[in-house]
């Protein structure tokens, strides 16, 4: 089992920066798949980056390719989500999540494929 708490949302202004970290408990974090969604107000839960458990393959939405990247650090037991240059529309509560994984080489994009979820991280743009 694992644990997920996300940080680092906040408020910024259009085309800034922001990272956010996703710390996962346990001893078994480099086994896991992780993936980020978002979930903006009226609007169901949608799938934004996924990286292997491995960290070599990494896939995104095409509305965030260039602007996110997604990585980790598995001696830290840590997943980032680095996003510049960031819209209005991607305001929402970004959500990190571990999915089990076949190898340490797959990802995953559905949100049944993944079983520990965190709690989320509200980002907020101005425009």
């Known amino acids: 089992q694992v644990q997920l708490v996300e940080s680092g949302g906040g408020l910024v202004q259009a085309g800034g920066s922001l990272r956010l970290s996703c710390a996962a408990s346990?001893?078994?974090?480099?086994?896991?798949?992780m993936g980020w969604f978002r979930q903006a107000p009226g609007k169901d839960r949608e799938f934004v980056a996924a990286?292997?458990?491995?960290?070599?393959?990494?896939y995104n939405i095409r509305s965030v390719r260039g602007r996110f990247t997604i990585s980790r650090d598995n001696a830290k037991n840590t997943l980032y989500l680095q996003m510049n240059s960031l819209k209005p529309e991607d305001a929402a509560v970004y959500y990190c999540a571990a999915a089990n994984a076949a190898t340490d080489s797959f990802y995953y994009t559905l949100q049944y494929e993944y079983r520990y979820w965190g709690q989320g991280t509200q980002v907020t743009v101005s425009s």
């Open positions: 346990g001893r078994t974090f480099s086994s896991y798949a």
């Open positions: 990286i292997s458990a491995s960290g070599g393959n990494t």
